[in-house]
């Protein structure tokens, strides 16, 4: 007999033929662009491949035509210096065309933590979304 327990974790992911789950992303941070899901931590993972990138989180930001647009917010190390064109041909070759950021936001700090080291990416995304009626 199989036995199933319901978790509300929050997170999106799947489950194989054998019964493995694979947590993808937080739900929260799941980002809708044209109809198509993409999960931030895929994307941010393209973008730590990129040798000039110390810390990224990427979230979705307003766009009339999409729903959401990708957007990137990206340290770099110290000694680097990288451009947004630079940052999506380093992405198309590692994720889908609809994954690659649209857009990018340079900062010199550190992105904000929680206590325990996680992005706050709801301060990241709160100013885009300031006004407006629906929050996606």
């Not at 789950?21 to 941010?44: L, P, Q």
């Not at 491949?49 to 999409?66: D, F, K, T, Y």
Request: aromatic share 8%.
């Amino acid at each position: 007999m199989i036995s199933f327990a319901r978790m509300r974790t929050g997170d999106a992911g799947t489950m194989d033929a054998d019964g493995y789950v694979y947590v993808a992303d937080c739900v929260k941070d799941m980002i809708v662009t044209g109809g198509e899901n993409v999960y931030s931590i895929e994307v941010e993972r393209a973008l730590f491949l990129h040798p000039g990138v110390r810390e990224a989180a990427v979230i979705g930001v307003p766009s009339e035509q999409w729903g959401e647009a990708v957007h990137a917010v990206i340290v770099t190390k110290q000694s680097e210096s990288v451009t947004p064109e630079e940052l999506t041909a380093h992405c198309r070759k590692h994720i889908g065309g609809f994954k690659v950021p649209r857009s990018y936001e340079f900062r010199a700090e550190p992105l904000p933590v929680t206590s325990v080291g996680k992005v706050r990416k709801n301060v990241l995304r709160d100013p885009w979304w300031a006004g407006r009626e629906r929050k996606i």
